[in-house]
């Protein structure tokens, strides 16, 4: 299960406000500022499932805890060609 500090950091990691979650998830912002708070209440499970697969389709990976550390995200590992490294951004390949 995702848990709220994750959604939170996931939304971090990508830049994304929590309109853009809204606007990819489909899960209206009120829902999510409700999860990500902590509000009393129920949560729809279908809700998070979508909150989920939008980050997830952005490039989030959600970590489970381990018998080491907490939870956590990160992202996934970039395809062949689709990563640009830090030595190589400049203006030319600017979008």
């Known amino acids: 299960m995702v848990e709220a500090a994750q959604v939170r950091a ?3 990691l990508i830049g994304w406000s929590q309109a853009k979650l809204t606007e990819t998830s489909g899960v209206p912002v009120s829902a ?3 999860f990500e708070t ?6 729809a499970e ?9 980050l997830e389709a952005a490039g989030v990976v ?15 590992e970039a395809l062949e060609g689709e990563y640009i490294g830090w030595n190589d951004l400049n203006a030319s390949n600017d979008e």
């Open 10 to 12: 996931a939304r971090a």
């Open 32 to 34: 999510i500022n409700q």
């Open 38 to 43: 902590g509000s009393p209440g129920q949560f």
């Open 46 to 54: 279908e809700a998070l499932d979508k909150i989920r697969a939008a």
């Open 62 to 76: 959600f970590l489970p805890k381990d018998d080491g550390g907490g939870i956590g995200v990160r992202m996934r």
